[in-house]
């Protein structure tokens, strides 16, 4: 066993970094298909489901893409899914989400596991995992986004969020996605 930030990583002495991820890169969602080659490359483990210790707001922007935007206390507990990724995943998982083109930012966030429902009283005996990062909407754009989404988010991006879906290769090739976010914010929310 191989300790990497406080949590043990079997035969994976290349985990450096810890991700919370709370959208489609989750098991069941569109983009976990780069998770799973992450994974079978060892440049990825699932640690298991995990909730945000403080609540943020976690939205739908254009074609139901979720965001989770840095306004710690607004918002909700969000629940997600924790995975140590390599550098070389890292760097996938950036150009995945389109940090270097201003999409979301990459900032560090507290989570702990996710308490069964049996135990949900003694949250606060739950163990924080250190140097943990998530991928937050870009600043250029946030408050907006939470504006349009009638200052209200979800805790979980579940099937029902994610109805109306619309993968990348299915929207308009013709406009950047800050272009795609730009019109979504300025559309009324009716």
Known sequence: MVMAMGIETAQTPCITTFIFTYGTLKRGFSNHTLIQDLMRTGDAVFKGTYTTVDKFPLVCGPYKVPFLLNFPGSGLRVTGELYGVSACGLAR??????????????????????????????????????????????????????????????????????????????????LSFLDQIRIFIASSSE
């Open 93 to 174: 998982m950036d150009e995945l989400e389109g940090t270097t083109r201003g999409h979301y930012q990459r900032l560090p966030i507290r989570v702990v596991a996710a308490a069964a429902e049996d135990e949900k009283e003694n949250e606060e005996n739950s163990v924080e995992i250190e140097c943990v990062e998530a991928y937050f909407a870009d600043k250029s754009y946030d408050k907006e986004l939470w504006r349009r989404n009638g200052n209200k988010g979800f805790g979980i991006y579940s099937e029902k969020e994610a109805k109306g879906y619309v993968r990348r290769k299915d929207r308009p090739q013709n």
